[in-house]
């Protein structure tokens, strides 16, 4: 089955609001939900996850700076608010980040980026040989699975998926862009173990005048 994690971002910043609009949407069902590493002070991040805990959701935190101190410190954000999922993470930083986890003890997951992620919302380039090559190479390293940002593909994205899905034999997450019913239609046909929205839930793009309860819950209703 194909999870939808919802997160409490916008332009790959969490949102102020972000324990308003938990309150609102803890009771639709939903499962999976995360942040990013930056845009609320600890105390609050450490106050966000630990209501999404006492709710039973699954939770997640996506780094996405291009600054190794400040990955690391994002890192660091994960095993302090007890995130069962780091994802995201510049490529280049994958390496060093097992080793962080293995020396803290962190008991959380690692899903890096793979690719040449660049810019602030970030974008994915490269070729699909390359990308698919890098997660090929850190599949080696032991990571548990794939953020993949699908649809900030500057390239040829159903190629990309495509190749992915069949030469990577982990569990994938497509991060990023995804706005309409026919991307999480794509994502269900393809098994793709998860997908997140950030965004497009907060923008109300899924049903037009409608709140982000009924977003959320109209995106769960398709899975």
């Given at each position: 089955?194909?999870?939808?994690?919802?997160?409490?971002?916008?332009?790959?910043?969490?949102?102020?609001?972000?324990?308003?609009?938990?309150?609102e949407?803890?009771?639709?069902?939903?499962?999976?939900i995360?942040c990013?590493?930056?845009g609320?002070?600890?105390e609050?991040l450490?106050?966000l996850f630990?209501?999404?805990k006492?709710?039973?959701?699954?939770?997640?935190?996506e780094?996405?700076?291009?600054?190794?101190?400040?990955?690391?410190?994002?890192?660091?954000?994960?095993?302090r608010v007890?995130a069962?999922?780091?994802?995201?993470?510049?490529?280049?930083?994958?390496?060093?980040?097992l080793?962080?986890l293995k020396?803290?003890?962190a008991n959380?997951?690692?899903?890096?980026?793979?690719?040449k992620v660049?810019?602030?919302p970030?974008?994915l380039?490269?070729?699909v040989?390359e990308i698919?090559?890098?997660g090929?190479?850190f599949?080696?390293?032991?990571?548990?699975?794939?953020?993949?940002?699908?649809?900030r593909?500057?390239?040829?994205?159903?190629?990309?998926?495509?190749?992915?899905?069949?030469?990577?034999k982990i569990p994938?997450?497509?991060a990023?862009?995804i706005d309409?019913f026919?991307?999480?239609?794509?994502m269900?046909?393809k098994?793709v173990w998860?997908?997140t929205?950030?965004?497009?839930v907060?923008?109300?793009?899924?049903v037009p005048?409608?709140n982000?309860?009924?977003?959320?819950t109209a995106?769960?209703?398709?899975?």
């Amino acid at each position: 089955m194909t999870e939808f994690i919802f997160m409490l971002t916008h332009h790959d910043v969490t949102i102020p609001n972000a324990l308003e609009v938990f309150e609102e949407i803890k009771d639709t069902g939903l499962k999976f939900i995360g942040c990013k590493d930056i845009g609320l002070p600890i105390e609050k991040l450490q106050e966000l996850f630990r209501k999404m805990k006492n709710a039973d959701m699954t939770t997640f935190i996506e780094v996405v700076s291009n600054d190794e101190e400040k990955h690391f410190m994002g890192v660091e954000k994960a095993i302090r608010v007890g995130a069962d999922y780091l994802i995201g993470g510049m490529p280049r930083f994958t390496r060093k980040t097992l080793k962080y986890l293995k020396e803290k003890k962190a008991n959380l997951k690692f899903f890096p980026y793979i690719g040449k992620v660049i810019g602030h919302p970030c974008v994915l380039d490269g070729s699909v040989d390359e990308i698919v090559n890098n997660g090929v190479e850190f599949g080696k390293m032991g990571i548990h699975g794939i953020n993949l940002l699908l649809y900030r593909y500057t390239g040829n994205v159903n190629l990309l998926l495509d190749r992915t899905i069949d030469t990577l034999k982990i569990p994938l997450i497509v991060a990023g862009s995804i706005d309409d019913f026919e991307k999480i239609g794509q994502m269900k046909r393809k098994n793709v173990w998860a997908f997140t929205i950030g965004g497009a839930v907060l923008e109300k793009k899924f049903v037009p005048e409608k709140n982000i309860k009924e977003q959320v819950t109209a995106v769960l209703n398709l899975l």
